[in-house]
């Protein structure tokens, strides 16, 4: 089960620049890949209609998923936050 934890992000043009996760701001220096989840198998659950964006960010080896929904909110996929950042 994926766990999803909404984020504050700021965008330019759409694309995700910073975002906000657990009172630390994370810049995104790299898009790795974005896709749009329409699939038909997408329908019937929560992430449908929504946009997801792989990102590298400042200061981090990791890379994050990111998830944009249809009611303009973001969010983080927890379990595929997979940074290994310094405390």
């Known amino acids: ?6 984020i504050n992000c700021l965008t330019a ?4 620049m910073v ?3 657990q009172g630390v701001l994370y ?6 890949r974005s896709w749009f989840a329409d699939d038909e198998w997408w329908n019937s659950c929560y992430f ?12 981090s080896t990791g ?3 990111l998830r944009h929904d249809p009611d ?3 969010w983080i996929l927890r379990d595929r936050a997979v940074a290994s950042t310094a405390a």
């Not at 089960?1 to 909404?6: C, D, W």
């Not at 449908?48 to 200061?59: H, P, Q, R």
């Open 19 to 21: 975002f906000r996760w």
């Open 72 to 74: 303009g909110r973001w």
């Open 1 to 6: 089960m994926v766990t999803s934890e909404p």
């Open 48 to 59: 449908a209609d929504s946009k997801y964006w792989l990102v590298e960010v400042k200061n």
């Open 13 to 16: 043009e759409d694309v995700p």
């Open 63 to 65: 890379r994050y998923e």
């Open 27 to 32: 810049e995104v220096t790299g898009v790795i």
